[in-house]
């Protein structure tokens, strides 16, 4: 999932967004076993994810305290996605409104809850990682959190309000700033600005209403995205067919 200018993350989430609306098929007979290995999965991704945690909670150098606490954090909130996407996939074909996945939504909101807890900690503490001290995976790795931190929209647009500088400066990725701009506006009702959310309608993927549609290639050049057609086209191919 690691495509050009389209974060793994974002990708998972596009998928978990979109599962329900492109076409499941014909149920396999497996589906059972399938889902139960799925929940066996998460768990394990759980453990790992406390114990990753907890690891580097203990660190005394606080940049490399901060930057493995990132890392872990970006690590429980892919691999559990990841979990979720493979059960929703043809191998296992599942819904999320299955009771059989309920433990895996469960998994993943109390990695997601544990993430936003250590995330408002880091920025209450260094503010955002910024690329110049902690490096770009750190980075990513706070925007991943803040984009999915749906459950708590005051941590996401105080994440937005520090990018929105630094981004003139490049001490985030682009991309961070035009997600997370997009996903709040979306989630408010309101049109974004960059054209990242959307749906399948079909085997085409469709954005959410963009405000002032003609410029939307402009803004995305601007954060260094690809043009809205390529984008469109990429993400049809990986998401809806």
């Known amino acids: 999932m ?3 200018n389209l974060s793994s993350g974002y990708l998972a989430l596009l998928l978990l967004a979109g599962a329900g609306l492109c076409s499941a098929g014909q149920m396999p007979k497996n589906q059972t076993d399938c889902i139960a290995k799925a929940v066996v999965d998460a768990s394990k991704v759980a453990e790992k994810h406390e114990k990753e945690m907890a ?12 930057k493995a606490l990132l890392g872990a954090m970006a690590e429980g909130d892919q691999s559990i996605r990841n979990v979720a996407i493979e059960a929703m996939s ?11 996945m309920a433990p895996i939504t469960k998994i993943g909101r109390a990695i997601g809850e544990h993430n936003r ?9 260094v503010g955002w990682p910024v690329i110049s001290v902690y490096g770009a995976a750190s980075d990513k790795a706070a925007f ?17 309000e520090l ?6 400066v490049r001490e985030t990725d682009g991309e961070n700033y035009a997600l997370l701009f997009d996903r709040i506006q ?13 749906r399948c309608d079909g085997q085409s993927w469709v954005p959410d209403v ?19 057609r390529d984008y469109q086209v990429r993400v049809s191919k990986f998401m809806c067919r």
């Open 163 to 168: 990018l929105t500088p630094l981004v003139l």
């Open 186 to 198: 979306v989630n408010a009702g309101k049109p974004q600005r960059f054209g990242s959310q959307g």
């Open 144 to 160: 991943l959190v803040a984009q999915h931190a749906d459950r708590e929209p005051a941590l996401q647009l105080r994440a937005l």
């Open 55 to 66: 690891a580097a909670s203990a660190i005394d150098a606080p940049m490399e305290r901060v």
């Open 117 to 125: 807890r250590e995330l408002k900690s880091i920025l209450d503490s």
């Open 210 to 228: 963009i405000d002032s549609p003609a410029d939307v290639d402009r803004r995305r050049a601007s954060v260094g995205l690809e043009p809205m």
């Open 90 to 100: 043809t191998k296992c074909q599942a819904s999320f409104q299955q009771p059989e």
């Open 2 to 4: 690691n495509f050009p």
